[in-house]
């Protein structure tokens, strides 16, 4: 990888590896300390504090690219994994990932869908605590943290204040806090700059896709998603169709049984 270099303050980063690194270490550069999601009810206030978080939407594969950039940069980072999207964070190769993560120092939180739970706040409160234990199976750690998939889309969020967990956007940890997102491969506002500045917040939570960053800078939205995310997704179903899959039915014993049956019946 190419040397970073300092981010303009008055240029937002592309979504690339490199952009990324270099957005983190200015951010570091800049004073900030970085924290896991789940000391944001104790860091102190005094502090210039810097909350990484992920939310893993899409695919697991190469996710562990930017957990290794944030570790060599001394930074840690909570990556929300979900239970209940195509991708299976079971599979092999997903949870290898997943506990490299945790191995680097990262941290692990649930990204629950409240679209799948039932409707009961007893019965989804359990649904919760076990999802959580699922995902705290695969990494060996136990979840502390939780975080609302598609808040925009699913209403209220009624795990946002649950005892039990930390949730990022509890009201209780609002106090001074920037909340920055770079949902569907696009920066909202140009606050992201304000950290980067003389007079930066003394609090951001800033929320990544790991997924939206491993394409090229300049690779148009639609272009991206249609392009280099959507071919990302399939690799994974597409090797273990073209590998598992194929080699079972090469050597499954059906069609030499089928063809000894199709002589002795035309004999």
Not at 130 to 140: H, M, N, Q
């Amino acid at each position: 990888m190419d040397a970073p270099q300092p981010i303009s303050s008055r240029r937002l980063p592309g979504f690339t590896l490199i952009e990324y690194s270099t957005l983190v270490g200015d951010l570091l550069r800049n004073g900030y300390v970085s924290r896991a999601v789940e000391e944001i009810a104790e860091a102190p206030h005094d502090e210039r504090t810097l909350f990484l978080r992920h939310d893993v939407d899409v695919h697991i594969t190469g996710i562990d690219r930017i957990g290794r950039i944030e570790a060599e940069l001394g930074a840690v980072a909570t990556y929300y994994v979900p239970l209940t999207l195509p991708f299976n964070p079971f599979y092999p190769d997903n949870a290898a990932i997943l506990r490299e993560l945790v191995g680097m120092g990262h941290r692990l939180g649930l990204h629950y869908d409240l679209a799948t739970y039932p409707d009961g706040q007893s019965a989804a409160r359990k649904r919760l605590d076990r999802e959580a234990a699922a995902l705290g199976e695969i990494s060996g750690v136990l979840p502390r943290t939780i975080c609302m998939h598609n808040p925009s889309l699913q209403g209220e969020d009624r795990f946002r204040g649950v005892d039990g967990y930390v949730h990022p956007h509890d009201p209780r940890y609002a106090d001074g806090l920037l909340y920055v997102s770079d949902s569907c491969r696009a920066w909202r506002d140009e606050e992201l700059l304000r950290c980067l500045g003389e007079n930066p917040p003394p609090r951001l939570l800033l929320n990544t896709h790991p997924e939206l960053w491993l394409g090229m800078v300049k690779e148009e939205r639609e272009r991206f998603l249609e392009g280099t995310l959507l071919e990302s997704t399939l690799e994974q179903s597409r090797t273990y169709v073209l590998q598992t899959v194929r080699s079972a039915w090469e050597g499954h014993a059906g069609p030499a049984t089928a063809h000894t049956r199709i002589q002795a019946r035309d004999a």
